[in-house]
Structure formats: C-alpha cells, structure tokens
C-alpha cells in the first residue's frame, strides 16, 4: 500500500467538521490516524500497533464516527430507530473500566462537534434494566466486553442486532488474545462474520513481538489460505529512559518485598510529579503502600489502587488520579492497560518485571506524549532479580519485545460456544463446525475433537450419560441441534465467560463490644463495612487472633461469617502472617537466557551494584559459574542433609514440574530424596544421602516427560483446580444459580469428586484432556520444561562441594513447606513408627 | 509386613491395605461404613456424579474377599449411604453383591444410615443384624465403650508431623481391648482420632494402625497430631 498517497487522499476526505476540530485543538491528525482511516474506507480490516498515547483510539474511532456523520441523525420512526434497530459499531476491551474510560473520553470530541451519534457501555456492572432495554433498542456505538457478546449472540435476535454492524473496534487486542477470553471472543466474532460479512474489523495494539499473529485473529481464516488483515505500525516513542535502582542499602538475598527500597522508593515519589508505583501482587502493594506511609513525614497524597479493593474505593483513586491530586499510586497489574490516568511522569516497577513487553507495556504509563521519553525506574528485589531487572533495561533500551505464541483453542471454551449457539437458534452441526474453524485460534480443530465437543454437550461423556441435567443439546426433527431445555439456557446465560474467579470471601470490618452475654473475654461483633474482597484460600490459612494488612491497613482477623472474613483493627504495626504468593507470570524465556548471559560473562558485571557482582565472584571462585548453554548442579552436604541444586532459570512453574519429576527418578534410583523447593531461578533438591553419585545424564534425560510424567499426574492432585475451571467454562459446574448462592468452597469439593471420578471411569474424557493441556501450558509449564531438557542434554556442568555455594543460598532461603513425592512420605510415615522403638532401645529410665 | 497383626480382646486381627479387618481364627473379615450408593445420593443436592462408587467398593471388596477366602463377612453397618440405597443399585452391582452373600457367610449390621427400616436389603442375600458376638468379640456399628468390641461408624484417620512434614492417612484404632475400623467406601472421608469422639470409646491410650501406601504402620498416641484447628 502506498502510504504517503492514502494518507493524503484520506486527509481530503476527512470531513470538514473533524478537520476544524482538530484545528481548534492546535492539533493535525496523526499520519497512522489518517493511514487507518484511508484503509477503512477502502474496506480492509487492519491492524493497528502504535503506543501508548499515540491518539489509537482516537484513529480507531474516526472511520466510524465519519460514517454515522455522514448517516446523519435518523428520523424518528424510522427503521434506523427503537426497537428493531442494529447496532452500528462495537468496541470491544478487556477491561471493563477502560470500556467506561473510552467512553467518556470519546465524549469530548463528539459533543464539541455535535455529532449526531449515540454511545453507551455494556459491562457485568450495567444495571439489568438497561441491559434489556439496549437488548431491544440499541445505541450507535456499544462499548463492551468479550463477555457481553456471547450473552448477546445467545439471543434469537442476533441477527437483527448484529446484522447492520458496520465497525468492530478491538482495543488492546495483544491482551485480549492472550487468554481464554480471547478464544470465546475469536468464536462471537466467527458468529459476527457470519451476520454482519461487511462488518471491517479495526485492532488497536501495544507494540509486540510478532504482529502477524494479531492480523490472523482479526479476520476470519479460510481452509485454502491464510488470511491477514492490513498493518499500520505507529511511529515509536521515543527510546525510554530506564534504570536499575543503585541501591544504597543492602540487597536481599532472597524474598520478594524490597523492603530495603522502601526509603528509595519514597524518595523517587518526592522527585516526581505523579509517580506510578507497579507491584506483582496484591499483597506486596499492600505492604508498600503501607510503609511509604509508615515514613511518609511530608505527608504526601500517596493511594493503593488493586483488583480485590471494593469498586467504591477504586474509583475515588481513578477520580483522583484524574484530577491530577496524587503524587503517587501504589498498584497492581489493574492499571497495567490502556486506561489514562493523566499526568504521570514516573513509573517505577518493583520486584521483577519478568518479560520485556510487559515492562515497555508498564513504561508506557508514563508521559503521554509520543516525543517525550518515559521514565522508569526498576525495583529488584533480591539478587537474583538484579540480574533480570538488568536484562529488561537492555530489552526495553533496545526495544527488543518477547510473548506467547499463539494460542490453540480451548476445548472447554468451545463447548461453551457451542451452547450459547444453540441457545440463540438451532444449528447444523457442519455449518457451525465450519464457522469455528474460520476463528484463528481453532483454525486446526479436527473433525474429531469437534465431534467429540458435540458429545459432550449433548450427553456430557460416556460417564455421565446416565443423568439429564448433562444432556444439553438435542437433535430436532430437520436434524438441527436446539438446547434440549428452556432452563439450559437461563442456565448457559448465568455461567457464561472464561474468567473463573478464585473464590474470594468480603472482607468486613467490625467492632468488638462487651458481648450481651456479659461472658468475659467473649465480646459480641457487630456490623461495620466493606472492606474488599480476599482469595478464600487466603482466609483458609488465618486462625482467630492472626494480624495481616490488608486494604493499608493491619488487621486483625476474628472469624469467618459465612461468606464473610470478619476482622477488627489491630494496632500492630507488624502484621504476623505475611501474604506474599509469587507472581502468577513466570520469567520470559527471552529474559531468561539474557540472564544466563550475564551470569556467563563477568565482563558484564560492571553494570551490577557492586555487592552482586561481589556475590557472583565469590561464586566463581568457590564453585562454577555456568557457561550461557550449561546447566551447573552443584551437590553439598549440609547439617544432617544432602543437597542437590541446579539453576535453569525457567520460571517457578518449570521448576517445580521438574522437581517433581526429578524427585520421582531419584527414589527411583535408592537416592532417597526427602524433598525440593523451587524458585523462578533454581531448584534445590535435598534428602537423606549424598546424590553427588548419580547418573546425572540419566536423571535429566528427557524421557522424564514420558511414563514417569504420566505415573505422577495420575497420583497428583495438582490438576484438580485447573480441572474445576475447565468444568466450569464448559458448562459441567455452575458458578451459581438463582437462589443457590454456592460459596467457592463447595464448588471446589463437587469438582474433586467429579475430577476423581471421571480419572478412574473415563480417563479420555474431553474436559481431562482439556485439563491437562490448560496444564502443559499453565500450571506445570511443561513445554518450557521440555525445551529446558532438550537444550541442556550433554551441557551438564556438575560441581560436587563441601559445603553451600553463594548461587544457592537464595533458593535454600526459600525452602518452606514444599509438598514431596509421595514415597518420601512413607519413609516418614516409617521413620515415625520406628521412632518409638529407638526411644525405647535408648531411654535412661 | 502384609502379615502384621495384633491382638484384640486376646483374638488376632489382621489390618489390611484395603481397610478391612482379618481374624484367621474366627475366619472372619470385617468392613466397616461401606456407604454404597452415595454417589447417587448427591443426586438430591443437585450433584450429579457418575455412579460408579459403588462398583469401586465392590471391586476393592472383592478382591480382599479373594485374598482371604473368608466364610464369614460382617459389613458393619451403614453399607448403604441411606435408606433408599438399595433399590437404587444398578443390576450389575446387585449381582456382585449377591455372588458375595452366596459365597460366603453375609451379615450386614445396621447402621444409623441404613437402620433396621432399609428397604430392599433383603433381596440382596445375607442375614441383617443389630449386633453379632463371636466369642469374646461384639460386631457392632456404633461402639460403645464397653470393651470387646469391632465396631466402625467413626471413619478413624491419623495424622503425625515429622521432620516438620504433616501426613494423613485413614487408620485402624484399638486399644487392644476394642477395634475401630477405617471406612471402606469409596467416597467417605476420615475423623482425626484425637477428636473427643475417640475418648468416649477408649480409656487409655490407643494405638492408630495407619495405612500407607504399601504398608501398614502402627503408631502409638503420643505420636499423633490433631488437625490443624481452623479459626
């Protein structure tokens, strides 16, 4: 396409009205506005990758608010009108506050032009009265989430509703095809290409690694060819202006609160205008955010900002944002995407940042203007995390990206899909088999995964034929495919989406008064408020009396009320329980192998805080530093224990499988591990005799993922939470029904028992298969694992020592109650028995 | 170790893997709180499990019946997870059932989820019974505390902390003088033994004879830890 000529074509073309606007404003529109403006009004779905604060929204929005200008504002009773009317454009995001953000901010312009175009939001928060009524009588512009649109393609009215579509804008679409979400959307849109064929496709996106994968899932795929849509890349910003903190104070060998930064951290808010403080974790935002206070004598507006905080209190941080009155907000991945929170001019990053997308896609928050450069600075943690924070600052410097691959999609999704069709109008199996397969992500579904997909939301599997409830979809007399019951459908509406929250319990606070009883020691509770919401399995830990921090402040937790964690105030100021859990994203392959660079080359040390390159020194000389292709094990005695650890750097996930694998083969091998602890960097292994011995080539071959993989899943009870999720989106479990509240806790007890069944009497049902690869790919990191087996196969660097090297002491810091191999329980359970007769054998009296 | 055993009221019992309990003299097995049928019995709470529990208690029974080669087997009471139980067998597990009580000796003790009242048990084979005495030992579902006894009803398990790791394991508890047995059925669950339920049986201290993968391990009481409590 040539560029220069379309743009000057499109600039003529853009309507008077928009061209005076953007005069008033002092502005021009930007060449990538005009280049995505000029392909959509030649008709060509197109791609959009700018960054942030480039005016990509804006530059999605024009074709469609030119089109309805030129539509001009309908006639009253005309068909264009009320009831019966179709939408004209869809605006899809992940969020659902930057679907209200979007909104407000498109009100600008279209009210200072007068155009003559109505837009409103539809989220899991709009009340249902207007639910309905957009239902019947649909806006111009409808700003939504992927949800959303499968709850509206399930109504026998799609066709009219969608039919007219002209413009679907997917923002932030890098994360929305991230996840399972992304699957279910790529199937409403096969279902929209259908309805609406004409309907141009606009995706707005973040810089990323490999634009292509985002061009297939715009547009619907066709057996014969690939099919990609049109790519406009935005100018750069400009290269950003990051940096590693030079700490002051001594780095930690361990652990994950940088608390030693804290008075860094506080000093770099003073600097700033507003500073954007990103945190892993909802409870490592909470402690921050307590300790800046804790030394915040100048008594600075600094705010906490996290998805478990309850909405009222989120949004009066969003509105004070906005107003530009914070100096500082500590948060969590919440802020991560495309919302725009003003001025802020620093970002800083604790702990590790573990991909170099996701940190450019943090830096971005800062400056908002394409010709300034971004300010960050990076917050390790621990020594390790120095090394990582490092590799990111030469990645985002140099601008080098990583991701994920693409995605295949998720069998349990698609049983979904499959539903919510039925539920809309019946359908011929062939025909929607057909329509899946043009969706990007289910591109290569085979006749026979389809066919079994049917199966099992027509009879739920083999093992559960026996029972109607699973019979969802039935055959009727033309051979079309109808939900079987009126109630399957209420039933699919109520349990519709991909996000499985993890039970969460509201967090209320309450006041202690003498109780009425007047028993000392036992006062009464009595009502207070809401405080937010925590993970039930959080809860589950806490015994009365227990003090943790949650929502800024420390309190203090007296019992569980239902679904309800009532607390008090404590006046601690050292909470007892700390609630740090890692990150759920694991360390990028990218970013890892930059780390095994730096590791490899001392050369390159001099970028370090000097204490951590002291650490790596003393390394050197006391035990080995791996070569970048070498994996080094070193094997140590220590108190009445052999030790065993090796540093892949593949993420705490592969580690974890691997030490479960490795444990597995040494028992095996009569080494007797007793058990493992596995960190994003390394792994330890310990047990009761020394493993300096073994046949290491053995032990790390990568026949590991065969027998012994599949002998350990089977005993393992790991999977059953992937697998309740699995249940959950297909249709198997209901998240709840009408008047049947079930709390997280009796949801995950019917799913053990359906899991353990189904494993002894239909071990190839299609929701274990789909278990079991969500697992591959998430929990167990299997394919990372495989891939680190292959690469160090005849690179193991083995370093037998007398005693702890430095490299190691971070994980064997870590080691906390780590679940083992089952065999080594037994030992244990043997090792008690006998205690008693030792006892015996050795009593003085 | 597959012949451990220990005495109970002077009379050798043998624990086995499986959770039942072998007496080579009276040449008698003994299972406890089979709850047949409680698959299906989540039914009515709107959990629809497949019904196949019932076939892996039988299948687990089975198979230590062919072990032992017992003339007598005493199922000590709630066998059926409720009173309706039976008539909700499918045929092929009413048949396995019944090839059982024609082999050998049947008596099923009643139990307070399948009391005297359950209807269908009859047609299954095998005699019905409060209690049955052989010997010095009483069978009985609910124990008593009175000493001779074999009993189930509890659902024992055990837990101990070593080398700061906790384990959990359904048991066999005795006191020598009396005998719990774990539950046998496919979907129940397990009572920490030092749940006060257990004082009421027991005078004195007991031992929990827990059952690990491949063995049986006896433990004494002192060694057991109860459940972390929660708040």
């Known amino acids: 396409m040539n560029v220069t000529g379309a743009v000057q074509t499109a600039e003529n073309n853009l309507p008077a009205p928009f061209l005076a606007w953007f005069d008033s404003r002092g502005w021009a529109p930007r060449p990538h506005q005009l280049a995505l403006y000029a392909q959509a009004c030649a008709g060509n779905s197109t791609l959009l990758i700018a960054p942030t604060g480039g005016g990509k929204t804006l530059a999605g929005f024009l074709p469609c608010l030119t089109d309805l200008t030129a539509r001009g504002r309908p006639k009253p009773g005309s068909s264009e009108t009320g009831v019966g009317k179709g939408l004209h454009t869809l605006y899809i995001s992940p969020l659902k506050a930057l679907a209200v953000d979007i909104a407000r901010n498109l009100e600008t312009p279209v009210s200072e032009m007068g155009l003559p175009v109505t837009m409103e939001t539809r989220t899991g928060d709009t009340p249902p009265a207007r639910r309905q009524r957009q239902r019947h009588s649909p806006p111009d512009i409808l700003m939504t989430t992927p949800e959303q649109i499968a709850l509206l393609l399930s109504h026998n009215n799609a066709p009219i509703y969608f039919g007219g579509l002209k413009y679907i804008i997917l923002d932030e679409l890098h994360s929305l095809v991230a996840s399972k979400r992304g699957d279910l959307l790529s199937l409403g849109l096969a279902r929209i290409a259908k309805l609406a064929p004409d309907a141009i496709r606009i995706g707005l996106s973040a810089t990323v690694a490999e634009p292509d994968h985002l061009r297939r899932y715009l547009v619907p795929q066709t057996i014969e060819r690939e099919q990609m849509s049109s790519l406009i890349q935005g100018q750069g910003a400009v290269t950003p202006d990051v940096s590693v903190l030079a700490s002051e104070e001594h780095i930690p060998w361990s652990g994950h609160s940088a608390r030693h930064a804290y008075g860094e951290i506080y000093n770099i808010i003073q600097a700033s205008k507003t500073a954007l403080v990103f945190v892993n974790t909802r409870s490592q935002a909470e402690m921050i955010f307590q300790e800046l206070w804790r030394i915040n004598e100048d008594g600075l507006a600094i705010a906490l900002h996290h998805g478990s905080l309850a909405k009222e209190q989120r949004r009066k941080v969003e509105a004070a944002m906005t107003r530009g009155d914070l100096r500082g907000v500590v948060c969590t991945s919440t802020l991560d995407l495309g919302i725009d929170w003003g001025d802020v001019d620093m970002v800083v990053s604790v702990g590790a940042p573990k991909g170099a997308s996701r940190l450019l896609q943090r830096i971005g928050r800062a400056n908002h203007r394409l010709d300034e450069a971004s300010r960050a600075i990076l917050v390790p943690a621990n020594r390790f995390e120095v090394l990582e924070c490092v590799a990111a600052q030469d990645a985002a410097i140099n601008g080098e990206l990583d991701g994920p691959p693409p995605r295949t999609g998720g069998i349990d999704v698609l049983a979904q899909h499959v539903l919510g069709m039925a539920c809309s109008e019946p359908f011929d199996a062939d025909a929607l088999f057909e329509e899946v397969r043009s969706a990007a992500p289910y591109q290569d579904l085979t006749r026979e995964t389809w066919a079994r997909v049917l199966d099992f939301v027509a009879t739920g599997g083999y093992a559960l034929r026996r029972y109607d409830q699973y019979r969802r979809i039935v055959k009727n007399e033309a051979g079309l495919y109808r939900a079987a019951h009126p109630k399957v459908v209420q039933r699919y509406r109520l349990n519709i989406g991909t996000i499985i929250e993890e039970a969460l319990m509201r967090v209320k606070l309450v006041k202690k008064r003498p109780g009425k009883s007047g028993k000392p020691g036992e006062p009464s509770l009595r009502g207070g408020r809401f405080l937010g919401e925590v993970e039930e399995f959080f809860v589950s830990q806490l015994k009365a009396g227990d003090t943790f921090l949650f929502s800024g402040q420390v309190l203090r937790f007296e019992g569980l009320s239902e679904t309800e964690a009532w607390v008090t105030r404590s006046f601690d100021d050292d909470p007892q329980i700390p609630s740090f859990y890692g990150g759920k994203f694991p360390l990028s392959t990218y970013l890892a192998a930059k780390v095994r660079d730096i590791l490899a080359d001392p050369e390159s040390w001099q970028s370090l805080p000097p204490q951590v390159a002291e650490w790596l020194g003393i390394q050197k000389w006391r035990s080995v530093l791996p070569k970048a292709d070498e994996l080094l094990i070193e094997t140590f005695p220590r108190s009445d224990k052999h030790y065993l650890v090796c540093y892949p750097f593949e993420g705490r996930l592969a580690h974890q499988s691997l030490g479960m694998l490795l444990t597995r083969r040494l028992d095996r091998m009569g080494a007797h591990p007793l058990g493992f602890v596995a960190s994003e960097y390394a792994l330890a292994i310990w047990g009761l005799n020394d493993m300096s011995g073994v046949d290491l080539d053995a032990l790390f071959d990568e026949d590991m993922l065969g027998d012994d993989m599949e002998a350990w899943l089977a005993e393992s009870s790991l999977l059953k939470r992937t697998f309740r999720d699995c249940a959950m989106i297909a249709g198997l479990i209901d998240r709840r029904l009408p008047g049947d509240e079930k709390s997280g806790r009796q949801i995950t007890v019917s799913s053990d028992l359906l899991y353990t069944v189904l494993k002894d009497h239909q071990p190839d049902h299609i929701l274990l298969e789909a278990t079991w690869s969500d697992a591959a790919t998430g929990l167990l990191d299997i394919a990372r694992l495989g891939d680190l087996l292959k690469r160090v196969k005849g690179h193991l660097a083995h370093k037998p020592l007398e005693r702890v090297s430095p490299l190691a002491v971070p994980v064997l810091l870590d080691i906390a109650k780590e679940p083992v191999y089952g065999a080594a329980n037994e030992a244990l359970l043997r090792e008690a028995s006998q205690d008693e007769l030792i006892e015996e054998a050795t009593r003085l009296v | ?140 579902h609910e124990p008593q505390g009175t000493g001779g006894e074999v009993a189930g009803h509890l659902h024992p398990g055990a837990a101990i902390r070593q080398r700061g790791r906790r384990i959990r394991r359904k048991c066999f508890v005795s006191d020598g003088a009396s005998l719990i047995l774990p539950a046998f059925g496919a979907y129940t669950g397990s009572l920490n033994v030092c749940d006060p339920a257990f004082r009421e049986v027991f005078d004195g201290s007991f031992r929990a004879h827990i059952i690990g993968r491949e063995e049986i391990y006896s433990m004494a009481q002192a060694k057991l830890v109860p459940d972390r409590t929660g708040p």
């Open chain 2, 1 to 140: 170790m597959s012949d451990y055993s220990f005495h109970v009221a002077g009379i050798r019992v043998q624990p086995d893997l499986s959770g039942a309990a072998w007496f080579p003299d009276l040449k008698t097995l003994a299972v406890a709180d089979l709850h047949f049928e409680k698959g299906t019995s989540f039914v009515r709470r709107g959990l629809h499990l497949p019904p196949y529990d019932t076939k892996a208690t039988l299948g687990r029974l089975g198979d230590v019946a062919e072990k032992f080669q017992p003339e007598r087997i005493i199922a000590l009471g709630d066998s059926f997870h409720d009173g309706q139980g039976p008539a909700r067998l499918d045929g092929d597990d009413v048949a396995a059932i019944q090839r059982l009580t024609r082999n050998t000796q049947w008596i099923w003790i009643f139990g307070n989820h399948d009391p005297a009242a359950t209807r269908g048990i009859d047609d299954l084979g095998g005699v019905a019974l409060e209690e049955l005495c052989l010997g010095d030992l009483t069978f009985r």
